[in-house]
């Protein structure tokens, strides 16, 4: 199911305004695609999690989401490509938080260094 602002304004019975909402949780209703996100301009929290994003071009539409700071789509198959977050990351300057972990280069270098230590 491709989702946009419109398909659930259409789940819901009647038009909805998201350009004031900071948080938006579409956890687990088995989405695989989003469309342009444009008009929820205020949304500074997105919870995708658990639904069926397997790569980059399915979430395009989130790509406008410039003041995003933090994005969840763990469970979803997207997240087992190679270069996933580094990715997503660069599209969305203002990301600090991606699926549950700090998105800044520092965090994820460390955390490979002491990984490859201990191997």
């Known amino acids: 199911m491709k989702l946009t602002v419109d398909k659930i304004a259409a789940k819901l019975g009647h038009k909805v305004d998201l350009t004031n909402e900071e948080e938006l949780d579409l956890s687990g209703l088995k989405i695989d695609e989003v469309g342009s996100f444009k008009r929820c301009s205020s949304l500074l929290r997105l919870n995708l999690s658990n ?22 789509l763990s469970g979803c198959p997207i997240t087992h490509n190679y270069g996933y977050r580094s990715a997503v990351i660069d599209k969305l300057p ?26």
């Open 51 to 72: 639904n069926g994003f397997a790569n980059l071009k399915q979430i395009e539409g989130l790509f406008h989401l410039q003041q995003l700071e933090e994005l969840d």
């Open 94 to 119: 203002n990301l600090r938080i991606l699926d549950g972990m700090y998105s800044n280069s520092t965090y994820n270098y460390t955390f490979s260094f002491i990984f490859i230590h201990f191997l």
